[in-house]
């Protein structure tokens, strides 16, 4: 893996934050039949965050949000990304903390073994810090789940 | 910031990992003067991946081994980054995962108010999973402090 | 212990919430001099939780209100219980779950020797997931505390 | 929920591990559709618990050891009941403690709706305490995931 | 270290807030040059904790509030002692818990090697505890960091 | 409490770690009645600094080890002390730290009201870092509980 051909799942849901759905296809052509979703969020608040994640991915039918396993699997990966984003504190406004965020869902097969299934990988790439402007630093953070 | 000209040290630091050296500069030419070191380590225990990555730093002439200043900064930009790896429990091999990861340790001045110094930026990006050939999937994780 | 006849003040505490007093005391009858007080709440305020279980077994007598040994014995165990009911993050609206709870404290004295006094437990059960009917599982979660 | 006839392959597992898989089924007859398999470890090291109950679920062919999807969907369900056992700090030996533990694992389809598929549910019930007979006192957790 | 002339400028932090700072420059005379700067907060929000420091710090000019290299080098020497004061859970408020806190910040050299520049010690120590007058106890938290 | 006269267990605690034994009494005469126990530390498994506190709150007769009451309670007490000492990560030489510390182990009646009963306070004080000589800085950390 890594620079690997396969099972990148996550390497694009990186890429499409960091550069942008363009730029990260080009670079990675091979992984042309996932699905992506993006979408950019600001907020002091946790469930803000995690609340746009899940509506840009209903609305983008992304995940069928009638079925609770979805929605699980979804709530799980933004989750461990939102870990990778507050490293070690699962918190942003009630430690005084902000967060602007771009953020990316992929859904698709990563693993070569039919069996294997749909996997989900979310990706989050901003800002954190003070509620003052450029009082901040780059934060990133990934999830993955089997769906 | 995000998609911006400015600050994005812990970008670049994603980039490389993610793609190469060269590709990762190609996409930000604007961050020409940012240093670099990179570096592959897998292992069940995270104190080994953290020696590896202070270790290269320090062979790399990123940090200065002898000032303890340098290392404390390095050591808690490593562990900010093992908590997005490791999404909210700092283990590996103590809950029977393993990861296989490459890293990246970016030194540089992010900010234009020349007063903000230098800062650090540590990303890594690889697999976790159980320690069976297949059975993972990826990870990421940036740490970023000033130095 | 596990199946044992002693010390299972903690088992109590479980086929209560799971089942109901008259049952759990009918699986365990070598129990029937702990005192048993239950209730039920449901919130995506963790503090309304522990302030539910804390009137409860003030109400029900289970410990002296005016006393902090027991409320700091209480307070610990309830704490200890919501840590696997969210399992590794204590919280529950901030990260936009809600949880709909049974739940069970039980005071008594587990061992034989005299010199280990009196010991709580408290246990929950129920459910926990987005604020959505459905879209839930199940949830469980004991502490034990010596008071 | 709670004590509802639906959803509660969580309420199985814990009463198969306090009391036994005959009387769990007794009180539970409504759920003689989903299967369950059990075991016992005692250990220091938090990677024995987890590969003790890998391996039954693997024996007992409750999951396929040969896809990843359903390794990966067991793993966070036993890392999640591990939650509850440890409550807060997922360390066993490391912080001088060690566990005896009753384990199951129960497979089925909890939710009327057939797209919800199938899940997965681990209770843990034992003991947890210094590494001397009978300072310890017990421990339950309890963990769901979709697979 | 520990009870040595040199380095403790923790030790400095702790006792300012443990007796008074004329008490404590008796005791560490050799300190004389490290700044000092004092203050208290009572809150259920930790936020408020954390601006209380943030404020009195850049009041009392022991930090440069235009420069984010310092305020993040502050913010992070309190959060790891508010990791010390609430013990495991970073959250007061949400878990039904008061506190009520002294606290110093100190700024100084506190190695004799010229290139290891400033650092900062923060501390805390006071009451945690139920939201009733006598339902609490002490607390106390330091946290270090170069800035 | 703070600078009060009553109640301050854990404020003794700490001045003992932080000056001396006498001078901590020289400075809160009115705490004469308390016992303490000192030792010191050195290590990078923390299940070897709890060993070291229990043994010597043992060896000085601060706690009976028949009882599993006290050893509950004082492990407990040891716990929130070690969370000050690693700041959000239970953990030393995993994450490649070490810790150098000495401490102090506190019996006695902190609270007016005779049914309060006896309260343990554990602290630590020292150094935390990179396993080289002076790649460290100073330490923190108290806990209190019920016995």
Not at 11 to 22: G, K
Not at 34 to 46: I, Q
Not at 60 to 86: C, F, K, N, P, Q
Not at 114 to 130: K, Q
Request: charged residues 25%.
């Amino acid at each position: 893996m890594g620079n690997g051909q396969m099972n990148d799942i996550g390497r694009l849901a990186a890429l499409v934050v960091l550069t942008d759905e363009e730029t990260a296809r080009g670079i990675a052509p091979h992984l042309s039949e996932y699905e992506v979703v993006t979408g950019r969020v600001g907020s002091m608040e946790l469930k803000k965050v995690i609340a746009s994640v899940e509506t840009a991915a209903k609305r983008g039918s992304l995940i069928d949000g009638d079925v609770y396993r979805e929605t699980h699997a979804l709530y799980h990966a933004i989750i461990e990304a939102a870990e990778g984003v507050t490293r070690g504190k699962l918190s942003v406004g009630e430690i005084m903390r902000t967060v602007g965020l771009s953020f990316s869902v992929v859904r698709g097969r990563p693993y070569e073994d039919e069996r294997e299934g749909e996997w989900l990988a979310v990706c989050f790439y901003g800002t954190i810090g003070a509620p003052i402007k450029g009082k901040e630093h780059e934060t990133l953070g990934l999830g993955i789940n089997h769906i």
